[in-house]
């Protein structure tokens, strides 16, 4: 089955899913690479890099949430749909729900355990950030673990939404995965 005009995403909707899957991808090879790292200046221009890059992810996710307000996303093809299990089409919103929600509170509890651990956010070095929350050891101390399970929440999650556009491609062969590609409507 080819996917037609009327179940494609919209460019903009491909160029930011792309674009934030790239970003997330490289912030949690980021975030793993750098907490084995002793402390040095290097590790530090790396957490610099990560919260800048963190930042983009909150911009991105919003610019995306907002586009997808208005240019609401295309419906499974009737074919797709009644060829799933129940299961599977509860899975597809729960995943995109649950990424969506992690979209936002990943960066965000990065943000407030930097603000809490008192290391402010200076976007490239340049663009200060408000604290989002007071400096507060004990908040940093809570904020620290969740940031990271909540990332690994959504590399789950990713992995999830990776391996079930797989299946649809190479073992379903229904061209779901066509609708986020590249190229002509």
Known sequence: MSSTASTRYHPLSVALHWLLAL???GLFALGLYMEGLSFSPQKLKFYSWHK???ML???LSFVR???RL???PPALPRVI???MPVWQRWAHHATHGGLYLLFFAVPLLGWAFSSAAGFPIVVFGVLPLPDFVPVSPELADLLKPLHKYAAFAMAALVG???AGALKHHFIDR???LGRMAWGQR
Request: hydrophobic share 60%; charged share 10%; net charge negative.
């Open 160 to 162: 999830l939404h990776v």
């Open 70 to 72: 208005i240019q609401r």
């Open 57 to 59: 992810v909150l911009t």
């Open 81 to 83: 749909e009644h060829a």
């Open 23 to 25: 970003a997330l991808v």
């Open 174 to 176: 229904d061209g779901l």
């Open 65 to 67: 949430l907002m586009w």
């Open 52 to 54: 800048w890059f963190g």
